[in-house]
């Protein structure tokens, strides 16, 4: 075997200096040449940080195993004119969901609001929406892209003529909404079991119309007035399946797609509940639970949040 050739004394020194100059960010090449950053490593994880967090979703497992041994909570259960107290103790409190039929008998709105009635009411009132949905992928993360306007009973003409996603009145165009939207006001009543006097936010939509999985910061009280909605829920046990990266969504995007559980496997196993929300019925959506939102019909519902107890939780929210 050969060996290496032996380097001169200068040769020597000009590898030491070439070595020195690099730790200082000089390469020694000519100037002007292009200058490749080094790839730093990743950096490795802590082992006693990745046991905790596989500590931490076995607890949540094991304690949503456990919650499914009674059909009261384990389930979503389905409730008649629920009172206030039992409200508080079997679901607020602990952060259950259940639907409460009902509650809204005597609503005006119930009767009245036909896709007709609500074009008259409100008119040519300019109101906002959220458009050019379908070629989106991220409709719901840029939703001020997607912020349009257009007189009432135009929309309403539009959705008949058009059902599906493009088009939605949705909560996040609530400001915009109220004052056009006031006449229907006087078709509502109150619940005043779970909620201190304050309006919903509305959302109006032809069928088809859909909100990707996702977790709200505050507990949901949805009131369906029009339609039926079909909704699929998911506890905060199964963040660790969801692909949770960006804010409150999940990559996942709707649990019902089989195209979506190949790209995502983990998502298979995540333990749900499917309701399908008539009109008439509530759903109380604790804070934290995964949930996504098909429209099977025309559909008209309220998303109140002024509930009798304290709805925090967006303020301490990790954002990353």
């Known amino acids: 075997m050969s060996k290496p050739p032996r380097l001169t004394t200068g040769q020597f020194a000009d590898a030491r200096m070439r070595m020195t100059l690099g730790g200082l960010g000089f390469d020694g090449r000519p100037s002007g040449a292009p200058v490749v950053a080094p790839i730093a490593p990743p950096p490795r994880p802590d082992p006693a940080i990745a046991l905790a967090l596989r500590r931490r979703e076995w607890a949540l497992d094991v304690a949503e195993r456990q919650r499914a041994l009674s059909p009261r909570t384990g ?27 009902g509650a809204m008998a005597g609503w005006p709105a119930l009767a009245k609001w036909t896709p007709a009635y609500l074009a008259e009411t409100v008119g040519a009132a300019e109101i906002e929406y959220q458009g050019g949905r379908s070629g989106a992928a991220d409709f719901e993360l840029a939703k001020d892209r997607h912020r349009q306007r257009m007189p009432f009973d135009r929309y309403m003409a539009m959705i008949a003529r058009e059902p599906g996603n493009d088009a939605y009145i ?7 909404n109220s004052a056009a939207l006031a006449p229907l006001m006087a078709d509502l009543g109150d619940l005043p ?26 507990n949901n009280l949805l009131a369906q007035i029009v339609g039926t909605k079909r909704i699929l829920l998911a506890p905060p046990s199964e963040t660790g399946r969801l692909h949770n990266r960006r804010h409150v969504f999940s990559d996942v995007h709707d649990l019902a797609d089989p195209a979506r559980l190949a790209n995502y496997p983990s998502a298979k196993a995540v333990r749900h509940f499917t309701v399908d929300l008539a009109a008439g019925d509530l759903l109380y959506i604790p804070i934290g639970w995964w949930h996504q939102v098909r429209s099977l019909s025309f559909s008209v519902m309220l998303t109140y949040t002024n509930f009798l107890w304290p709805n925090a939780g967006h303020e301490s929210f990790p954002e990353g």
């Open 75 to 101: 389930g979503v259960p389905v409730v008649e004119s629920l009172s206030s107290d039992d409200f508080l103790d079997h679901f607020y409190a602990p952060g259950r969901p259940v639907v409460i039929r």
């Open 170 to 176: 949705t909560a996040y165009n609530n400001a915009g």
């Open 193 to 218: 079991r779970y909620l201190t006097p304050a309006s919903g936010m509305m959302w109006i939509g032809p069928a088809d119309t859909f909100t990707p999985l996702h977790f709200d910061l505050t």
